[in-house]
Nanobody, 123 residues
Framework: QVQLVESGGGLVTAGDSLRLSCAAS????????MGWFRQAPGKEREFVAA????????LYADSLKGRFTISTNSAKNTVILQMNSLKSEDTAIYYC????????????????WGQGTQVTVSS
């Protein structure tokens, strides 16, 4: 099994930056992809970014390219989401996800999920 624990959420002001982390434990070597999704109140879960854990291949939601950057740590067991120039519409619960399959922006492609971390951007 795999456990994912997110951290780094909080309350910020529009224009600020925030860095989210997701630490994976358990059968980490079974994971090929790790990514981030978000869900705002009353909305469906939305893809943010994903990457192959052992390579530099990344995938981003078109609307977030240029403001958000996904990366991993040197141990390849933590995925990081750097969010810059935050807007009020970025307010959501951010979820980390992971899977052993191919790089995808479809939440159905991910078997493992974290509990989520709240990001609130005040205008």
């Amino acid at each position: 099994q795999v456990q994912l624990v997110e951290s780094g959420g909080g309350l910020v002001t529009a224009g600020d930056s925030l860095r989210l982390s997701c630490a994976a434990s358990g059968y980490v070597n079974s994971l090929h992809i790790m990514g981030w999704f978000r869900q705002a109140p009353g909305k469906e879960r939305e893809f943010v970014a994903a990457m192959e854990r052992l390579s530099t291949n990344t995938l981003y939601a078109d609307s977030l390219k240029g403001r958000f950057t996904i990366s991993t740590n040197s141990a390849k067991n933590t995925v990081i989401l750097q969010m810059n120039s935050l807007k009020s519409e970025d307010t959501a619960i951010y979820y980390c996800a992971a899977d052993g399959g191919l790089l995808s922006g479809n939440p159905l492609a991910y078997d493992f999920w974290g509990q989520g971390t709240q990001v609130t951007v005040s205008s």
